[in-house]
Structure formats: C-alpha cells, structure tokens
C-alpha cells in the first residue's frame, strides 16, 4: 500500500466511524481537522456541500453541511498549514 492509498484508507475510516459516532450519540455541533478528514466525513454523511456562516479564527470557518441528515454546527480546520521553512 502506498503512503497517499494508506492517507485515503485512513480518511476514509474516520469518516464512517464518525457517521456511526453521530448515530449512536449526536452531540451539538462537530469539529473536524484536516481538510481529507473533513471530506471524508462529509461524503461518508451523503453531504452535498458545506455552506459557511461564519468563522471562529482566520482558518477555521464553521457553518452546515448540506444535503444530508446531519443537521448541527460544523467547525473545519484545515491541516497542513505550517510554515514551510523554503516559503517565501
């Protein structure tokens, strides 16, 4: 297995653990990190998007999936954004 097929496999199961999560006792609202994760939760919830109402920081927005039966306040947080020591 490949480093990118073992980071899509690994996505993949926290997306459906956190459907079942959901399922099985629905809090409030749901943080998700990682922008993988958070599109592995959103296809494993059947959601058609994600519309944005507001944000807690400068990279972290929360607002609603759409299209599918979850409901409650969702909060991103993208990874992957350190300060790459080239970058200008």
Not at 32 to 58: K, N, P, W, Y
């Amino acid at each position: 297995m490949t480093r990118t097929e073992l980071g899509e496999t690994i996505c993949a199961f926290l997306g459906e653990i956190t459907r079942e999560a959901l399922t099985a006792c629905p809090p409030d609202a749901l943080y998700v990190s990682g922008g993988d994760v958070a599109m592995a939760v959103a296809s494993a919830l059947d959601a058609q998007g994600f519309e944005i109402t507001g944000r807690v920081a400068g990279c972290v927005p929360y607002g609603k999936f759409l299209g599918c039966a979850w409901h409650q306040p969702v909060m991103t947080k993208a990874g992957g954004l350190r300060k790459r020591r080239d970058a200008a």
